[in-house]
Structures are given as C-alpha cells and as structure tokens.
C-alpha cells in the first residue's frame, strides 16, 4: 500500500472513531418514570390479541395493563416487581423476554453454541479444503452449461 | 331483499368442484405418466406429461374463475362465500376474498402452482427427454397432487349451503381496509410457492446423479424469480401492517412473520453461495441443502399458520390440516435426508478454498450469517411450544429476544456485505484491499458524521447507520468501475444487479435503524381547536365526523398537520365484529411520518378525542429500499444472455 494510503486511513479511522465515542457519550440520563413504563409495556404482551404488546394492541385489556404499569411506576415500584406482578396476574407469557433461567435459558444459550460450533467448522473445512479431491462433472453437465455460456 | 337465484347458482360451485377434481387427475396422470416412461426408460414418452400438465392447469383456472363469479355474484349458497363475503364488500376486497380464508388461500397456492408448473413444461418442451427434466417435473407433480388433494377432500372451497343466508358473514375487518390486502399474499405465495421450482430440479440432480452445475444454471431464473417476489411480498405485508394496524410498527416478529421470513432467509443464502458453486464448483452438498431446506420451510411455515398451534395475528385461517401439512413436511425432510445421503459421496467439490480473505471467504461469511439468522428465528418461533411439550410451561419469545440476538448479527451482514465487492476470487492480497475500501470506508466515515449531525445518537445505531453508508459506497465504486468497462450493461447480471440490490439493502437499513431508535411518541386529548407537538411537528385537531357508511359506524377525528395538510384516522365499528377497529392515518415524507391514531371512540356528548403521534424518522426509505432491491435483482435477471461480460469480469475490478 502506498503511503499516502496509510494516511487516508488514519484520517478515515479517526474520524469513525469520534464519531463512534461522540455517538454513545450523549450523556445518559436515568430513565424517566415515562420511558421506564414505555420499556414495560413495549415488552408486555397482551394477553388476548396473539402476539401484539400492550403498548401497540387497542384491546381493552391492553389499555387496563397500560394504566397498571403507570400506576405501579408512579407508585416507585422497580421493573422486577411489576414484572413478576404481571405474570402472576396474567400467566408468564405475557412478557415477551424470555427468562434466562432454567429450560428457558436454552433459547439464549443454543444460538451462541451454534455460532461457535459452526465457526469452529469453517475453520476445520479450511485445513480440509486444501487437499480436496473431487467428483467429475459428466459430459450433459458440460454441455448445458456451455451451451447456456455461448452468446447467441 | 330475497334470496336471490339460489338454484341457478348452485352450478358455479358444482364448477369449481369439477374443477378442482380435473387439476387432481391431471396431477396424478402426470404423475402416472411419467413415473411409467421413467420406469420403462421411454424418453419419447416424457412429452405426454405437459399434456396432464395443462390439464390440470386448465382445472385450476376453472375452479378459481368459479370462485370468484360466486364471489362477484355474491353466491351466499356456497359456504366460502357466505362465510367470508358480504353484499357490501367493495368490489376489489370481493376479488381478494379468494385469498382471505384457508381453503381459498390453498386455491391460490394450488393456482400458482399450477401457474409455475404449466411455466416449466412450456419452457423446458424442447428438453422433456432429458431424465433431469423429467425427474424435476415429476417432483413439481408431486407436490400439486398433495394441494389438490387438499382441495378434494379436507379443505374443499366449494362446499354448499342447503339454505343460503340473505347475507354473508364478511372477512375479519382487518382483511377489507387496505388495498395492499389485494397484493401482499399474491406476492407472496408467488414466492412461496416459486421454491417449488429450484426444489424440483435439487430433487432431479439428486436422483439422476447429475450433481454438476447444469441444474444450477437451468433455474437461476427461477430462484431469482421467486427470491424478488419472496422480498417484495415480505415487505408489502410490513407496509400493510404499518398502515392499517395501529401501532406505528412494521414487524413485530410474529409466528406468521417469521414463518414468511425463514425461507427467505435460507433462500437468500442460496442465491448468494450458488455463485461460488456456478464459479468455482464447490459447496453443492451445502447449497443443495439450501434448498431443500428452504422448500422444506416454506411447507413447515405454512404448517404453523394453518394449524392454529401458535398464536398469532394471522390466525384467521386456522385449521385442522395441522398433522397433513406437519406430514408432509416430515416426507420432504425424510426424501430430502435420504437423497443427499444416498449422493453424498458424489457431491464433493473438485475446487478448495485457498484464503478466507476471498470473495470465496465472504460469501461463506455470508452463508454463515445468514443460517444462523434463520436458526435463531426459528428457534424463538418454535420455542414456546418446545417448553411448553416439556414442562408445560406457558412462556413467550418477543421483540426484545430478537432484537438482542440478531441485531448483532445484521451488523455482521453489513460489514460483509460492505467489504466482499473488494476481494476478489481465489485470494485477495491485504494491501488490495486497503486501496479499494478506502473511499468507500471514507463514505461510511461521512455517513455517521452526516447522521450525527442530524441528532442521532446511540453506538449500535450511528455504527450500523456508518456501516451503511460503507455499504453504498463499496457498491457504487463497484458499479462506477463496472460501467467505465463495460458500458451501460455493467449494471446488470449478477455482479451489476447484486450491487444495485446492495444499495437498496442499505437505504432499508437507513429506514429501519432511523424509524426504530429515534421515533418520538406522545399522546394528546385534544378538544376542537386543540395544538399538539411532537418532534418539531405541530398538530391542531380539527373536528371529528361520526357518519354511518352502510352498516358501519365511521369515526374520523381531522387533523391538521402543520405543513403537510389535513389527516383523517378513523375507527369502524362493523356490527358484525365486536372490537371496534382503529386505523391510522400517515402523513408521510423523506425526511419523516408522523403517525396518527385514535385511541378510542369518543365518548358520546364529549368533543375530547385522545390521540396518539409518532413521529418516525425515514420509514419510507424502507419501501424505497424495497423496491430499489427488487429493481437491482430484476437487473440481475434481465439479460437473456445468462452471462454478460460484466458478469465474467468481475475478477479484475
């Protein structure tokens, strides 16, 4: 590379990079008693409209949890609590983060092992792929493909 | 009014009966056909299938044509119709009534299959005597035997009503608001059902032993084909959802989303990885697999959608064809299984992969992605049931399990997506690389202080936002060089068409990252005369007009928005369903929408309407995006001659 080229990216990776820490330094400030309620219910399902959460769903129990969690973060309750009130009042699916305990944590646990399993085959293909050997493509094979290959 | 003309009409459903009885026998004469020529090593005889072929076709096309003259008639003495179809229904919602319940929707599925089917025969006439064609078509026979024997037995769309009702029952609301309605499952089941096509020739290779490219190259069409329809049907039914369902969103991964969604996803897979093979001879035990899979999904996702074990939004069209559709998928994955095992040994590839820093190495980086998107949708899909067959435990997989896993991996899919147009085939030295990602690095590098500039904030997004911007620029500097050689042509084939689709995988990505972190939200009572302020945009609520439209209840609240003119959302309350029905009203631009809905029917003697804003930033660039990629792939398709200088010179750029 020439090194003119090593300075444009310096340039290119310095501007990233500040632009990356000028992203995330906006300083955070605790979440208001609105945007936690709006975390709660926008992971809340509703427990009669299939699937939607209460904060999206206009079915008149939807709007009762609404004005439930409002009324749980007004009194100081933490999300724990009015979680677990939920689920005791509406059955445990009606949060829609699966829990990281027990059979549930499978769910986050088999994509990370996949993921690895999956990398660590690539690599092992790699070291195999280098003395492959080879099946013969047969003569129709060729055929059709040259000529599909020819311009008319 | 009287029933009117019961006894005359009852022939129309006796129509489509024998309609539907003719496509059974043409698949099964087929069928018979050519199992016998293939048996008897007859190729002169493989010719008498197209016949049954459009035999069958002609069937089809009778049954839905019977379909929908009682429809259009409103023939309230056949079942379908009274249950699904009122007097009132608006002409196109009649028309679309076809594919809005279960034994219509598997008439449509059993239609374009018909359509595909009838499709191959004709453009394959020429080559029926080759055992590879005739072996695919078989396969494609096969499966029209199973949907017309659906259609026969269990789930018959024309059964009839002794009594017919003076009206019908009409389609859950949600399904008659929207035009959309009329093509999102059209598109899609063209999709869907378009896998059927490359699956038939997968299954041929696999049988006859022919497991070179041929195969590949004779149905690139027709997986590009399907894969486009696929995407845009996908993203018609988001927009749809954003339209008319209230909340502001456009994918809330539900079952039904997700059952469209994996297919895709291991079908966009496939035709990444089958370049490799088309070039370079290797991975065809894996892009095989590809393929069968993503058939095999398309029936399994139609499984959880029609057999009522998931909950889901869509659940209209629950059913009890549950342990058919779940058998049948068990076959395709046995046949599928058997055959690749049986081949395995013959499917190794005579080429090797020399450098992970390749264009070789990224479309495995590709592929990698792209299958474990696939897992973790369906594993949080299937979840819910997995726990609860074993411990009877009710628990729920939603947005924020899908947002954390594969948020993560979507960035992933963009840096690739943003470096592969550099490498080249074989191995790609570093400094190479260093000089052709540059400008394009420096666009990423503009486009996140661009996006600050404009108040964004937050790592994953500006990150992912950069990414995009890279993204473009690799693409561009792609087609940019591709044109100086090549002329205008350079923007088409595979590599041209591939970036062009690139490019419009970054604007939906623009959309989708803008609209999800930085939408603002509030909700106003407002009285007439009444100023609202969301994000910039000032709202005045106007007055609201409570109307009867037939037997419907309409209540319109009209909103001005500052700038962008006078806006209605509305709630229906039909007498024929409870809940009454809210539907937004967008205004929408480039730069934002703002997104309105009623919160609820105004009390009576109250002038107090409660109104919820959204103000999402870029959403349409999703529906540009869209089409810019279905634009790009219809590029990649085009040129009859399969392969353009452009398309074999890829290498040197």
Request: net charge neutral; proline share 4%.
């Amino acid at each position: 590379m020439k090194q003119r080229h090593w300075i444009s990216w310096f340039c290119v990776a310095l501007v990233s990079s500040l632009a990356l820490v000028a992203s995330s330094i906006a300083d955070d400030p605790p979440a208001t008693d609105g945007e936690r309620a709006y975390e709660i219910k926008a992971t809340t399902l509703c427990p009669v409209c299939d699937g939607q959460n209460v904060l999206e769903s206009n079915a008149p129990v939807a709007a009762a949890i609404r004005a439930q969690v409002d009324e749980l973060v007004s009194e100081g309750r933490s999300d724990e609590e009015i979680r677990g009130w939920m689920a005791r009042q509406y059955g445990k699916d009606v949060n829609a983060n699966p829990p990281r305990t027990g059979i549930a944590s499978l769910v986050w646990i088999a994509p990370v092992f996949v993921a690895v399993a999956s990398a660590a085959f690539l690599v092992f293909a790699f070291r195999k792929w280098r003395v492959g050997r080879g099946a013969q493509l047969s003569d129709d094979d060729l055929k059709i493909v040259s000529s599909l290959r020819e311009p008319t | 009014m009287l029933v009117r003309g019961t006894g005359s009409y009852i022939v129309i459903a006796l129509l489509g009966t024998f309609g539907v009885a003719v496509g059974f026998v043409g698949a099964i004469g087929g069928v018979m056909t050519l199992v016998s020529a293939l048996a008897s090593k007859r190729e002169e005889h493989h010719r008498r299938a197209i016949t049954w072929v459009f035999i069958m076709a002609s069937g089809c096309v009778l049954a839905v044509t019977a379909m929908e003259i009682g429809l259009l008639r409103d023939d309230f003495s056949m079942q379908y119709v009274a249950a699904n179809s009122t007097r009132a229904t608006p002409l196109l919602y009649k028309i679309a009534t076809l594919w809005g319940a279960l034994e219509g929707s598997l008439l449509l599925w059993a239609f374009v299959l018909s359509v595909y089917v009838t499709a191959v025969a004709i453009s394959f006439r020429r080559r029926i005597e080759d055992r590879l064609v005739a072996w695919a078509l078989l396969t494609m026979l096969l499966i029209c035997v199973f949907f017309f024997g659906l259609l026969v037995g269990p789930a018959d769309p024309f059964g009839t009503l002794s009594i017919a009702p003076i009206d019908g029952d009409g389609l859950n609301p949600l399904l008659r608001n929207h035009p959309l309605m009329a093509i999102h499952p059209v598109m899609l089941y063209l999709g869907y059902v378009g896998f059927t096509v490359p699956f038939g020739f997968a299954v041929a290779a696999l049988v006859t032993g022919r497991l070179g490219e041929g195969w590949l190259v004779l149905t690139r069409i027709w997986t590009l084909i399907a894969w486009v329809s696929l995407t845009v049907g996908i993203l018609l039914g988001a927009w749809w959802s954003y339209e008319v369902l209230g909340w502001g969103g456009y994918w809330a991964w539900d079952p039904v989303e997700n059952a469209s969604f994996l297919p895709w996803l291991t079908g966009t897979a496939f035709v990444h990885s089958v370049i490799v093979q088309e070039r370079r001879g290797m991975l065809r035990v894996w892009n095989l697999s590809l393929l069968l899979v993503t058939f095999a999904l398309t029936i399994f996702g139609t499984f959880l959608t029609r057999s009522g074990v998931i909950d889901s939004v869509h659940e209209f069209s629950a059913s009890s064809l549950g342990p058919l559709l779940l058998a049948f998928f068990a076959l395709i994955l046995v046949v599928s299984v058997a055959l690749v095992g049986w081949r395995g040994d013959q499917l190794r590839s005579p080429g090797s992969i020399d450098s992970p820093l390749s264009r070789e190495g990224a479309f495995l980086a590709n592929n990698l992605l792209f299958t474990l998107f696939a897992f973790i949708v369906l594993l949080g899909t299937v979840f819910p049931l997995i726990v609860e067959a074993i411990n009877g435990d009710q628990l729920a997989v939603g947005r924020p399990y899908f947002d954390r896993m594969l948020l993560p991996i979507g960035v992933a899919l963009l840096l690739v997506m943003g470096v592969a147009p550099t490498l080249t085939w074989r191995s790609t030295a570093g400094s190479v690389v260093g000089t052709r990602a540059l400008v394009p690095a420096a666009v990423g590098a503009a486009t996140m202080v661009l996006a600050l500039l404009f108040g964004a904030e937050g790592l994953g997004p500006v990150l992912g936002i950069g990414l995009g911007g890279f993204v473009i620029g690799s693409s561009a500097r792609h087609l940019v060089l591709a044109v100086v050689r090549n002329g205008w042509s350079g923007v088409t084939g595979r590599s041209g068409g591939g970036m062009v689709a690139h490019i419009g995988v970054s604007l939906l990505a623009f959309g989708f990252i803008a609209s999800t972190s930085f939408s603002e939200e509030a909700e106003f009572q407002l009285r007439p005369g009444d100023r609202g302020s969301v994000a910039g945009h000032q709202i005045m609520f106007v007055d609201i007009v409570d109307e009867m439209d037939g037997p419907n209840r309409v209540v319109r609240a009209r909103i001005n928005v500052e700038g962008r003119g006078i806006y209605s959302p509305t709630i229906t309350q039909y007498p024929t369903f409870g809940r009454p029905i809210a539907t937004p009203s967008v205004a929408t631009s480039f730069i934002d929408d703002v997104y309105l809905s009623l919160v609820a029917i105004p009390e009576e003697d109250s002038d107090m309407v409660v109104i919820r804003v959204l103000v999402e930033p870029l959403v349409a660039w999703i529906w540009v995006g869209g089409a810019v990629i279905a634009g790009g792939t219809l590029l990649a398709i085009v040129p009859g001659r399969r392969h353009a200088r452009a398309d074999l010179e890829e290498v040197g750029l």
